[in-house]
Each structure stands twice: as structure tokens, then as C-alpha cells.
Nanobody, 121 residues
Framework: QVQLVESGGGLVQAGGSRRLSCAAA??????MGWFRQAPGKEREFVAR????????YYADSVKGRFTISRDNAKTTVYLQMNSLKPEDTAKYYC????????????????WGQGTQVTVSS
């Protein structure tokens, strides 16, 4: 079993920054990912990091603005979001997968409760 707890959401002005955190506890995690879902839209992939090797991958919409990382103890994953835009407004979810390198939400078995990020223009 894997438990995930997100934090760090809130209201931020366009152009600003925010860092999300996801505390992870459990075994058999090969990839940690961030997804987001805006009202009326489907959940979409944002970024992922492999648990071993820290290989990262980003959606084109956030590449160059967002950075995913994890601490050395492998207990917390971060999503540093810079140059935020109103279209980044969404509920952000942390998720864990037993598949290495996956960006498919269907391959993520464990999900946090989500944290809301609202970017004002």
C-alpha cells in the first residue's frame, strides 16, 4: 500500500511561482507523477520522475516552467512551478506507479487527495 499526501496549493498571481509537495510512504514505487484536472476537463499528465535514477519527463505545456524532483530519502516529491499562467489553474494530484517511466494515468494505482492551484490574471 502507498499513501500520498499533497500540500502547497493556493492562490498565486500570473507569472508567480508555487511549489507543491507530495509525501510518499510505501513500497514498490517505480514512478511518481503529477497530474492536474481543471473544471470541465479531463485529468492530464504534468510531469513524472522515476524513483530510481530520477529520470524526468514533462508535458509540453509545462516544459521549461515546471520542475519535478525528489529528496534523497525518496520520501517526498516536489513540483516547482514557475511563470504560472491562468491556464495552469487546476487541482493537482500526486500519483504513484509500479511502472517505470509511465505517463499514463491508468498505470498509476495510488493517488493523493489533490491540492488546488489557482492562478489569477
Amino acid at each position: 500500500q502507498v499513501q500520498l499526501v499533497e500540500s502547497g496549493g493556493g492562490l498565486v498571481q500570473a507569472g508567480g511561482s508555487r511549489r507543491l509537495s507530495c509525501a510518499a510512504a510505501g513500497r514498490s514505487i517505480y514512478t511518481m507523477g503529477w497530474f492536474r484536472q481543471a473544471p470541465g476537463k479531463e485529468r492530464e499528465f504534468v510531469a513524472r520522475i522515476t524513483w530510481y535514477g530520477s529520470n524526468t519527463y514533462y508535458a509540453d505545456s509545462v516544459k521549461g516552467r515546471f520542475t519535478i524532483s525528489r529528496d534523497n530519502a525518496k520520501t517526498t516529491v516536489y513540483l516547482q512551478m514557475n511563470s504560472l499562467k491562468p491556464e495552469d489553474t487546476a487541482k493537482y494530484y500526486c500519483a504513484a506507479s509500479k511502472y517505470s517511466g509511465s505517463i499514463d494515468s491508468r498505470q498509476y494505482d495510488y493517488w493523493g487527495q489533490g491540492t488546488q492551484v489557482t492562478v489569477s490574471s
